[in-house]
């Protein structure tokens, strides 16, 4: 069982007007096997929280804590985030011309394995991983996500988060992109990946549609930097229906 912290995270990027604070103190506490959905309106700030736990050189945290079986990650480079077992799905994947898909995942898994995986018992693995996604086999071949398009950008990432079975997944907008098919087979995906090694994963989202899909445990509402409120899945229902306009300027975060 693992525990991933996050204890008062502020976080600041820097405009032209100056630096400007995103996350306001997010608090926020995710355990092995549990899955957070974490909703709110553009500009809240939902996806600079995926972006500092992971490391991203734009943000930078001016407070608190994340902690990872009480380790501060914040204190760790991104490979090491990497290794410790964290993992983020991005919203816009980025291109990587002139590397395979087949060569950065085995290298990927080297480092955060330790070990390079075997090779015969990797062609396997990515295949059968490959398969579940309903990604062809050529595409193996390709250049990392150059022309891919939007929903196989995200079964790409979705194919890592398979291989690298990190501790914690956080999943930026993995619905954004997808038409009804491919909305479901990623679904279907991150289910099997989550009930068969226990990652707990954080659900960046809009929209309640990948959660006919996907059942968070909890749903929270992010609004101006830090999570306002917390619940089940009705949240979610409350949400689709009259949106977040409640909640906007709301002043106390909820603590989990």
Do not use: C
Not at 8 to 30: F, H, M, P, Y
Not at 120 to 142: Q, T
Not at 192 to 220: A, C, F, N, W
């Amino acid at each position: 069982m693992s525990t991933l912290e996050i204890k008062d995270l502020r976080a600041s990027v820097t405009t032209d007007e100056g630096a400007k604070e995103i996350l306001k103190g997010v608090n926020l506490t995710v355990k092995s096997g549990e899955i957070h959905a974490i909703m709110g309106p553009n500009g809240s700030g939902k996806s600079t929280l995926s972006y500092a736990i992971a490391g991203h050189p734009k943000y930078e945290v001016t407070g608190g804590e994340v902690l990872l079986d009480g380790e501060n990650v914040l204190e760790m480079s991104v490979d090491e985030r990497a290794r410790a077992g964290l993992f983020l799905a991005m919203q816009y994947p980025v291109e990587v011309p002139g590397v395979s898909m087949s060569n950065f995942l085995r290298t990927a898994a080297t480092a955060v394995r330790g070990d390079a995986p075997k090779l015969r018992h990797w062609v396997k693995e990515v295949k059968d991983e490959m398969a579940k996604l309903e990604i062809s086999g050529e595409f193996a071949d390709r250049s990392v996500n150059e022309g891919f398009s939007g929903g196989e950008k995200k079964r790409h990432e979705i194919l890592q988060l398979a291989l690298l079975k990190p501790k914690f997944a956080v999943l930026d907008e993995t619905d954004s992109g997808l038409d009804v098919d491919a909305l479901r087979v990623v679904s279907q995906a991150v289910n099997e990946v989550t009930q068969s090694t226990e990652i707990g994963v954080m659900l960046i989202t809009h929209y309640t549609r990948i959660l006919k899909h996907i059942h968070p445990d909890v749903v929270h509402v992010f609004a101006d930097g830090k999570i306002v409120e917390s619940g089940g899945k009705g949240l979610a229902d409350e949400l689709e229906e009259n949106g977040y306009v409640k909640y906007i300027g709301k002043p106390e975060p909820a603590r989990i």
